[in-house]
């Protein structure tokens, strides 16, 4: 695999160019005439290779913030800012084009597609950018092999361990080697050893490839860890 | 809400426009320039204009970068506005037949029509160019939208044998059933004449490619059906868990298929069946008409004998053959019958029609040399009338004949008989007069001489000399033949005639061969009148028919695919999570419409073909069978059936068309759904 596109990892948290940048994120949702307002101004800034840790009492908001960071879904008011290009001005095609490239999305559900083997689902991003088939599963044999799972290439979701789909879920976020992990929860539901060892896997790869990365977990141990760790509050990002 | 472009309604609109002059224009040249039909000129000038509106919306899509809805509905809208003046300024003939000009009414209808048209064809093209990404830069790969297609229909190698073997299994039993029964009643029949009765199998032994293809198709139903028990004997042997559950979608996946199969089955079937009985009337029509009648605009047709040979070195001419026709009266005795009497050559006759083979007593040729008619032994029918078996009257007529050799001929010497010119009668006139070959009938014409208070009828005593069977109805109860001369003595025309019979190398051409012919003969006065123009009602009948049974049978079709979208929309509903998976991985909605595309138009075209196998097996199996016919109702013995690739492939064509339209509906809700909308489920 080598360092393709190794960006150098950045010890500053603070950086001049960020590779994204949230800029007074507002999120509300309308339940009848109830107004819940998830996000109330959320700003940061993310450096090219920088990894942070995401956490928060349940229900505060964390799923949301990353998919709305993650151009999934459009805010109620403020910008998501990639290289200082707002990405919700891009068309509905460049978009889609600039998250199979530079996003990698772990879901807290990990939602792999049921009906595919864990190669196809891992090849799938290479697929949807169009990659020949036999590269696409080429790479994706590659990123099952970093994440340790190359014995379980042609099992599908149903007959994987529950860390194993984590594990499968994480190298289909990386097969493409994205810029942006957004990492929602990946060691729920995971006993403690099995999660630590998808963190280190995590780390390691930040470390290896210079995949700068959001990681939302609910693990004090796991978040202190990380470089630079953030805490969402009443609808705003701070610093913890 | 999208922004209106005017740009693209702008050029929507100067395109539909001039597509709606080239329809004008097209349709105006051609039938000015050409040999066309107005049937055909009208196909050629429509399809033309629906393929142009069908392009417009194509490229209209890209400029407004969607479906561009507004858009082609403002410039349709206006297209109809200006059809509507420009119709109104043109004065353009009615299509109903009482008027000549069309009303404003009719051109209201028009106008609406071309409106509608421009824009439904045009969101039709519309949604290619969306699929293939019309928004941004255009993608016309799909190979990933195909897999995941194929995961979604569960088109693995196990159910694309099973539905190769559904589709194929019952149209080759239906293929075997027919040559099995075919042989079956080629056994019985010759045993019943007696012959050195040959087994089944030695008289399917022929058809060499019938057989191997009915055994394969029993083998493989054998087979299917051993491995059908052995799976259910392997299911009742599973725990209850092991079972793997079907997700409903499957099962209506299924329903689909064989909806549009049941659809594409009947349609195929049916349309056949009608040009089995269009074939059979043109076969008739042409047994006894000619191809085209050379006719002059004057009375006076003497100069023939000098026509003829031009006519007959026009290439494309197969034969002519010069007639006299005329209303006459037969008579006999007591029985007066409305008749055409033609005069023909029957030395020619027959390279112009079937008249000769159509002889079943007597013959033609007896009608200018009547000196051959029997007097005093009965001419035995030939080998047809005896197939004609159950043809009680004619068994009848010739009986008494038998009985009573001379009783229509009482009191008149055999030498005066002899000298009676001939005449050839229909079967159903010969029952109708009650008369046989030898007997007398007498021909009376209203056009006689001038007496006192008028025009005195003028009667003449003929001798049949031959009875035809033409399969019509109307022929054979109609028309009678005498031989040239005997004709222009009667009418009193002199050399003259009413014009020559045509036949040419190509029925279909006879349109534009008689033009050639007239052409050849330097135009005015003669001219030609085809097949098709001589029995236009009844061809125009048949065709209306045939279009009314295709539209209502289409409506089928069109309930299948209310089927497909039915099972589009569950899968979509189904699959939500999925869609919003592959959007966040960076699946555009061109991609997502895609794969809902393909699965729609793969059912459409599994059941297509299953149909259309089923349709033509249906139709050998009909024509091998021999479905049995009133021949009393229809003057028909058996089920007719023509297949016309022509219009399998217009039926196919129809059932994926429709296929296509149904998946526009889910596939575009699929598109439009958010990345988030279905990961916020569960
Ligand atoms: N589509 C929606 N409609 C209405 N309310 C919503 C919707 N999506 C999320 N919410 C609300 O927004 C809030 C934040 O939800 P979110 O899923 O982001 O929380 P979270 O921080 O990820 O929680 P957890 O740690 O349990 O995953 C919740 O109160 C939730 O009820
Ligand atoms: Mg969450």
């Known amino acids: 695999m080598g360092e393709v596109e190794a960006a150098p990892v950045r010890e500053s948290p603070r950086i001049e160019a960020p590779l994204l940048e949230a800029r007074g994120l507002h999120k509300s949702y309308w339940l009848g005439e109830k107004e819940i307002h998830v996000l109330r101004g959320a700003s940061f800034a993310l450096g090219p290779g920088e990894m942070a840790s995401l956490v928060g009492p349940s229900g505060v908001g964390k799923s949301t913030f990353l998919h709305v960071v993650g151009t999934l879904d459009p805010p109620t008011a403020g910008q998501v800012l990639y290289d200082g290009q707002d990405a919700f001005a891009m068309g509905e095609e460049p978009l889609a084009r600039f998250r199979n490239r530079n996003i990698g999305f772990v879901f807290q559900f990990h939602y792999l597609l049921p009906e ?21 599963e080429q790479v994706a044999r590659q990123m099952l092999e970093t994440v340790g799972l190359s014995h379980r290439v042609e099992h599908k979701p149903g007959e994987l361990s529950g860390g194993e789909q984590q ?18 929860e990946p060691t729920g539901n995971l006993d403690e050893a099995t999660g630590e060892g998808i963190h280190q896997l995590l780390v390691d790869l930040n470390q ?16 202190e860890r990380m470089p630079r760790r953030l805490r969402l509050q009443e609808g705003l990002v701070i610093e913890a | 809400m999208k922004r209106f472009v005017w740009r693209a309604a702008g050029v929507a609109l100067w395109l539909q426009v001039s597509a709606f002059a080239g329809q004008l224009a097209l349709r105006h040249i051609l039938s000015s320039k050409s040999l066309l039909s107005p049937d055909a000129l009208l196909f050629v000038s429509f399809g033309a204009e629906a393929v142009a509106f069908l392009l417009i919306g194509f490229l209209v899509s890209f400029l407004a970068g969607g479906f561009a809805r507004r858009e082609l509905l403002v410039s349709a809208g206006i297209l109809a506005v200006i059809a509507f003046a420009v119709l109104h300024r043109m004065k353009p003939p009615s299509f109903s037949y009482d008027k000549f000009f069309a009303d404003t009414r009719e051109l209201v209808i028009w106008s609406g029509l071309t409106g509608v048209g421009a824009l439904l064809l045009g969101l039709w093209g519309a949604s290619f160019g969306v699929l293939l990404g019309a928004a941004e830069t255009p993608d016309l790969r799909f190979a990933f939208e195909a897999g995941i297609a194929r995961t979604h229909l569960r088109l693995n190698r196990r159910t694309a044998a099973m539905l190769v073997g559904l589709g194929l299994v019952p149209p080759g039993l239906l293929f075997a059933a027919g040559v099995f029964a075919r042989a079956y009643d080629e056994t019985v029949r010759s045993r019943a004449l007696g012959a050195a009765a040959p087994t089944s199998l030695s008289s399917v032994r022929g058809d060499a490619a019938a057989v191997i293809l009915s055994a394969a198709a029993v083998v493989a139903a054998l087979f299917l059906a051993g491995r059908w028990l052995q799976a259910r004997a392997q299911l009742a042997h599973l725990q209850p868990g092991q079972r793997r559950k079907r997700p409903a979608t499957v099962v209506m996946t299924a329903i689909s298929i064989a909806g549009v199969s049941v659809g594409v089955w009947a349609l195929t079937v049916v349309l056949s069946v009608m040009s ?47 007639f006299i026709l005329n209303e006459v009266i037969l008579s006999q005795g007591q029985t007066p019958t409305g008749a055409e009497l033609k005069g023909i050559d029957p030395e020619t006759a027959g390279s112009v029609n079937e008249l000769p083979r159509q002889v079943i007593a007597g013959e033609l040729s007896w009608i200018s040399d009547p000196t051959q008619i029997p007097v005093r032994e009965t001419a035995k029918p030939r080998d047809k009338a005896r197939l004609l078996g159950d043809d009680q009257y004619l068994q009848d007529t010739f009986e008494r004949k038998e009985a009573h050799p001379d009783e229509l001929a009482k009191g008149i010497p055999p030498e005066t008989l002899q000298k009676m010119p001939g005449i050839c009668v229909g079967k159903e006139m010969s029952h109708a007069l009650r008369a046989w070959v030898g007997d007398v009938i007498q021909v009376i014409t209203p056009l006689g001489d001038m007496g006192p208070t008028g025009p005195i009828p003028r009667s003449k005593s003929f001798r049949v000399a031959c009875i035809l069977y033409s399969g019509m109805y109307e022929y054979d109860s109609k028309f009678a033949y005498i031989g040239i001369p005997e004709a222009q003595k009667f009418f009193r025309m002199g050399e003259s005639i009413t014009g020559l019979e045509l036949k040419f190398k190509d029925v279909d051409a006879a349109r534009a061969e008689g033009r050639r012919v007239v052409a050849a003969l330097g135009g005015f006065p003669y001219r030609a009148k085809d097949w098709a123009e001589l029995n236009r009602n009844l061809f125009s009948a048949l065709k209306l028919e045939k279009l009314a049974m295709a539209i209502i049978l289409t409506f089928i079709v069109l309930v299948a695919c209310f089927n497909i979208l039915s099972t589009l929309i569950m899968l979509v509903l189904e699959k939500t999570k999925e869609i919003s998976i592959l959007k966040s991985m960076g699946a555009r909605d061109s991609s997502v419409m895609k794969i809902f595309v393909l699965e729609g138009l793969v059912i459409g075209a599994i059941g297509t073909a299953m149909g259309l196998l089923l349709g033509l097996a249906s139709c050998s199996f009909i024509e091998r069978f021999g479905l ?11 089920l007719p059936v023509n297949v016309d690739s022509g219009q399998f492939v217009m039926v ?17 809700k699929a598109s439009r759904l958010s990345p988030v909308d279905g990961l916020r489920e569960d």
């Open chain 1, 116 to 136: 595919f083997t864990a190669l196809e689902n891992t090849a799938m991003p290479a697929l949807i950018g169009r990659m020949p088939r036999p590269e696409a």
């Open chain 1, 167 to 184: 594990r499968v879920a994480l190298a289909r976020a990386l097969v493409l080697k994205p810029r942006l992990l957004l990492a929602d």
């Open chain 1, 208 to 223: 290896r490839l210079g995949i700068a990365a959001i990681v939302v977990t609910h693990n004090p141990r796991l978040a």
């Open chain 2, 276 to 322: 089995g009985f269009e074939a059979d009337l043109k076969k008739k029509i042409l047994g006894t008409n000619a191809h085209a009648l050379l006719l002059k605009y004057s009375s006076d047709f003497s100069e023939w004998k000098s026509v003829m040979p031009k006519v007959v070195s026009v290439p494309g001419v197969a034969g002519a053959s010069p």
């Open chain 2, 628 to 638: 049995q016919l009133d021949p009393d109702v229809y003057y028909i013995s058996n």
């Open chain 2, 652 to 668: 196919a064509f129809i059932a994926v068309a429709l296929s296509y339209l149904a998946t526009l509906y889910p596939a575009t």
